[in-house]
């Protein structure tokens, strides 16, 4: 099962069985308007704080999961989440409405896949027949937290990115029709030396590029292999970095099949700078655009490679450069497909 | 694999093969201070930050694993760790120093034993050959952030706990001398409707109950399987709750069995209120403290039951109440002893 340094496959192939997608009122306006299940015109989605708002996001992410499913949250062993919220409190109050055994994750933006490989390694391994993985984010609340209060209306340099307000979960089983897990490499946490909490996809682009390299590596691929590589939420900066490391590293990527999911989500004219981020970035575009992609034929072999940088506003504070995470998971078009 | 609900049975019986210790200058004053492998009578240990001084307890705490088990960072495929640190900066920080592949975790202070689990559960599935687990916790970087500044001198009433500044670190394998991981249970997050964080032994009570009925349930055992049921940091207060509820609910437990890693670190003449707390209190005791009984012949099964109170500054300033969450882990003398 361990392939290589850091690379797991499931000979087992764990399905994808049902997502939940779940956005707000910027999303509403953005290029994947159709891929979610549901989009909310109301930041605050009804609740007194953006936190709680957050945390509704995600239970309406994994409630709608388990409904296409056709599953009770009683059916569902376990339950991986996290955010990047203090203490990822709407995750671990989404735990507490849900009822379902709960795995709390840290892994900023990779928080995504970090529950996904996860997720599968268990199915695979026979000890769930269930879990819904899932990761979400909140731009009013990330702002406030990461930032400035969002009142202040502080400018921001043409690098930085625009966090997401969404939700993505996926339930993964043993079996079922849906794309399957094949595979999932977990990253090392690699530091560059930068510094600028509003350049983050510069910062994670050397992390993308380690993690893609080791999983090419460990599972002997060529570099044609995947139709589609999607790093979480490097955004336009990152990208172009990793695209030019990818190649000097002796990986070349064709332009069309490496893409990022930061940079799927909004329309042009929406002013996001350098693109989306946030935890719910890759986890709402791949639960829901990209695998609808997939059920229509597009796209049969994907990586996931979402992106994370581990810093808080203290450290920043403190003076420590961004320490960056990446981990991919490879996902499969399913037997239906062929 | 899984059995019943929410537990897994580890039919390889993976191995804890060596662990790593290390404390504060309150600890070297405590009642376990023999049991820990390194002790700081700096609380800064040299660093200029609180957050950092942690991270090198970290640091220390799995690098005497490894040390002592003869592997390099090399060696050892993945690292779970998590502490109570905004966006988990501690463990993301030892991370990029120690170059292995990494899950980073948020339990609170129930973060040792669902690292535990997970590389148990991996170690298992062939999933990797050997994995660190760790935790940490750090009474001034904690203060600082969840209470008062430090400076201040607050008040405390005597529910309050005592975060203690330690770190535990364990190298799980599939094969080797040592204690043997025979089971895990993954709890859900309870909440009991307590809103005092100056009480967090009594709210976090009913969610060791929960893990602890339903590990008992899911296996089938009787009351008196285990020689030691020891939860994380109930101290005095939740310890004397959580054996109440266990009687009510059919489960009784000796006193004698059923104890708490947050009674056991410090001496009685030291401040320290209801006892301590801190996701490196379990981590320390059990795999320093706890570990060396069992070597001893002392203990021959025992149910670690970290416990974990899920809340921030900020959900409580928004008047939330505090979600609970514990996760369980079985380890049992391994077969040298018989």
């Known amino acids: 099962m361990l392939t290589g340094h850091q690379t797991w496959q499931f000979e087992q192939k764990p399905v994808i069985t049902s997502t939940g997608t779940v956005g707000g009122p910027f999303e509403a306006n953005g290029q994947l308007a159709q891929d979610f299940d549901l989009l909310h015109d109301d930041l605050w989605l009804g609740q007194d704080s953006y936190e709680k708002a957050q945390k509704v996001l995600l239970e309406e992410a994994i409630t709608r999961s388990l409904e296409k499913a056709q599953l009770q949250n009683g059916d569902i062993q376990f339950m991986f989440a996290g955010d990047l919220i203090n203490q990822i409190t709407p995750s671990s109050f989404a735990g507490r409405t849900l009822a379902i055994p709960y795995f709390g994750l840290f892994g900023a933006c990779s928080t995504s896949m970090e529950g996904l490989a996860l997720a599968a390694f268990i199915v695979n391994g026979g000890g769930a027949h269930h879990i819904v993985a899932a990761a979400s984010s909140h731009n009013a609340a990330t702002e406030k937290q990461f930032r400035y209060p969002t009142e ?151 990586l996931i490679v979402a992106t994370g940088a581990l810093l808080s506003p203290l450290s920043y504070q403190q003076q420590e450069t961004i320490p960056c995470i990446a981990h991919a998971v490879s996902i499969e078009a399913g037997g239906e497909q062929g």
Chains 1, 2 share one sequence.
């Not at 990253?187 to 090419?216: C, E, Q, R």
């Not at 060529?222 to 790093?231: G, N, R």
């Not at 979480?232 to 990208?239: K, N, Q, S, V």
């Not at 350098?274 to 970035?281: D, F, N, Y």
């Open 152 to 302: 202040y209306g502080g400018q921001k340099p043409p690098t930085a990115q625009w966090t997401v307000t969404a939700a993505g979960a996926a339930v993964v089983a043993k079996q079922g029709n849906g794309p399957q897990i094949t595979s999932a490499t977990i990253g090392k946490v690699i530091d560059m030396g930068l510094s600028d909490p509003f350049n983050m996809g510069g910062a994670m682009a050397p992390a993308a590029v380690d993690t893609i390299i080791a999983h090419f590596r460990d599972r002997g691929l060529p570099a044609d292999y995947y139709d589609l590589v999607a790093t979480g939420d490097l955004g336009r900066i990152g990208r172009s970095i990793a695209l030019e490391m990818l190649e000097l590293k002796g990986l070349p990527l064709k332009s069309d099949v490496f893409q990022d999911c930061g940079l799927m989500i909004y329309r042009d004219g929406q002013p996001v700078q350098a693109g989306a981020s946030g935890a719910g970035c890759s986890a709402a575009v791949t639960y829901g655009h990209l695998l609808n992609r997939m059920k229509r034929g597009e796209i049969k072999r994907m």
